[in-house]
T-cell receptor, first 117, second 111 residues
Framework: GAVVSQHPSRVICKSGTSVKIECRSLDFQATTMFWYRQFPKQSLMLMATSNEGSKATYEQGVEKDKFLINHASLTLSTLTVTSAHPEDSSFYIC?????????????FGSGTQLSVL | DAKTTQPPSMDCAEGRAANLPCNHSTISGNEYVYWYRQIHSQGPQYIIHGLKNNETNEMASLIITEDRKSSTLILPHATLRDTAVYYCIVSSTSGTYKYIFGTGTRLKVLA
């Protein structure tokens, strides 16, 4: 089946630093990738939709200057949390839809646990 | 906003069938019903999806009502490893895909 690789799986950083999370589709091309965040015991919250070669579409309330998304190729999207603060600590998950098809399902990465000290 | 509602939690005895309901009364004609599950601190795992016909795969069965306003995910013989949060999502495949997660059902399989 389709595999989405997400790195790193866990990162601890100091407040004020930036953190980049990578999401790769390993055996398929993905024109669209999604980024979610999840707080403990809560559901996944969609942050943004990333389209290859164009600007990401952010959900209401998500700061685009804070969470920079780049989808430079059909197999790679990155999320950069800029000037991270403790309230940005969360579980970040990416997902991708294989290119083409009417009922393509979403495949998820294994997630990145971000802890900001 | 999520387009689905699910009970917050359910218990099921090991070896018995687990039936997880989902209400999606505002579903539109081109929207599919997808089921995913998430085991603690992992990315969600795809289970099954359907449009209007019932579907079955090696993991589960999906029963969609004739009016498509609700569905039931059936795990025929639940095991302890099926303990997870199960999410029902409806999404269109035309235009922009958008998968909005609801609160899900926390299924606990009991030994």
């Amino acid at each position: 089946g389709a595999v989405v690789s997400q790195h790193p799986s866990r990162v601890i950083c100091k407040s004020g630093t930036s953190v980049k999370i990578e999401c790769r589709s390993l055996d398929f091309q993905a024109t669209t990738m999604f980024w979610y965040r999840q707080f403990p015991k809560q559901s996944l919250m969609l942050m943004a939709t990333s389209n290859e070669g164009s600007k990401a579409t952010y959900e209401q309330g998500v700061e685009k200057d804070k969470f920079l998304i780049n989808h430079a190729s059909l197999t790679l999207s990155t999320l950069t949390v800029t000037s991270a603060h403790p309230e940005d600590s969360s579980f970040y998950i990416c997902s991708a839809i294989p290119r083409g098809g009417w009922d393509e399902k979403l495949f998820f990465g294994s997630g990145t646990q971000l802890s900001v000290l | 906003d999520a387009k689905t509602t699910q009970p917050p939690s359910m218990d099921c005895a090991e070896g018995r069938a687990a039936n997880l309901p989902c209400n999606h009364s505002t579903i539109s004609g081109n929207e599919y019903v997808y089921w995913y599950r998430q085991i603690h601190s992992q990315g969600p795992q795809y289970i099954i999806h359907g449009l209007k016909n019932n579907e079955t795969n090696e993991m589960a069965s999906l029963i969609i009502t004739e009016d498509r306003k609700s569905s039931t995910l059936i795990l025929p013989h639940a095991t302890l490893r099926d303990t997870a949060v199960y999410y029902c999502i409806v999404s269109s495949t035309s235009g922009t895909y958008k998968y909005i997660f609801g609160t899900g059902t926390r299924l606990k399989v009991l030994a």
